[in-house]
Each structure stands twice: as structure tokens, then as C-alpha cells.
């Protein structure tokens, strides 16, 4: 069975982008069209990142043993993740107080929701870099599309469990 990760991650990664881009709009512009459109790709960035984060769960469970030693950024990548689920249920039951009283949202949410843009651009680098330079969940492990080692360097340099 292929890996069913890789379908839904895309769609958290945009929607958390575009609703902190249009929540930023919207208090700029003054413009409550953009403040509901924020509040609702919030929403959905939500149900798929949950959907992202139990597929990403069974995934590694189907392919543990065969990952090898690119399990432990596989592991990383996972620990951010539910991290990130986190974050994101904080950052969508904050913004539903917005959206309840018709209100922009303030400066301390943009700032948390830009924190958790970057934590989700984040995730979806290292997760290419695991797939990419590591060949996680699409090939034999080791077996990437560039030489093993130079994307090592990459993600042992953010976990810091390099030899």
C-alpha cells in the first residue's frame, strides 16, 4: 500500500499559510470578508492537519522496520507534528473568540499565528528533506534522489544526533 501521508499534508501547509496571510490583510485592510476567509481555512487547516497527523502516525507504524536509521528523523518529524496539532487547536479555538465577537484579531495572535506558520514551513522541509535526501516512506531508505549523506547533514544539523 503506498504511503496515504503524503496526500493531506499539503493541504494544512497552504491553508495555515493563507490564513495567517489573510487574517494580516484583513487587520490591515480593515476588510471582515478576509477575517472570516482566515477564520475558516483555520478551521480546515485543523481537520486536515488532524487527518495529516493519523495518517503520518500509521504510515510510520506500516514502515518501521524498514526505515532504518532514517526512523529517528521520521520519529523528530512526528514529535513536531503532534506539537503542531497542538498549536494549531490553540491558534483555531483563539481566533473562533475573534470571529464570535466580529473582531480583528489582535497583534499577540498574529504574532503566535505567524510562530506557527513558520513551526508548519518547518515541518514540511524537514519532511521533504526525510523523503528527498532520505527516501522515507517512498523508497528503499537510503535510496533518495540525491546522495544519502548530503541531506544527513541537512537534518542532523536540526536534531543535532549526527556522529
Known amino acids: 500500500m503506498a504511503p496515504l501521508h503524503p496526500a493531506f499534508v499539503h493541504f494544512p501547509i497552504a491553508l495555515v499559510v493563507v490564513s495567517f496571510l489573510t487574517d494580516l490583510l484583513g487587520r490591515i ?62 491558534l483555531t479555538a483563539w481566533r473562533i473568540i475573534y470571529a464570535r465577537r466580529d473582531r480583528s484579531p489582535g497583534v499577540l495572535y498574529l504574532v503566535a499565528a505567524l510562530l506557527v506558520t513558520g513551526l508548519v514551513l518547518f515541518q514540511g522541509w524537514y519532511g521533504g528533506e526525510m523523503v528527498f535526501s532520505q527516501g522515507a516512506g517512498v523508497a528503499a531508505t537510503g535510496k533518495g534522489t540525491e546522495p544519502p549523506g548530503n541531506g544527513k547533514q541537512r537534518l542532523d544539523r536540526v536534531t543535532k544526533t549526527g556522529e
Open 29 to 90: 485592510f480593515g476588510k471582515p470578508s478576509l477575517r472570516a476567509t482566515a477564520c475558516w481555512t483555520l478551521i480546515a487547516a485543523l481537520i486536515f492537519g488532524g487527518i495529516a497527523a493519523a495518517t503520518g502516525y500509521y504510515d510510520m507504524l506500516r514502515t518501521r522496520s524498514v526505515l532504518g536509521d532514517t526512523f529517528r528523523y521520521v520519529d523528530f518529524h512526528q514529535d513536531v507534528g503532534f506539537i503542531l496539532v497542538g498549536a494549531v487547536v490553540v
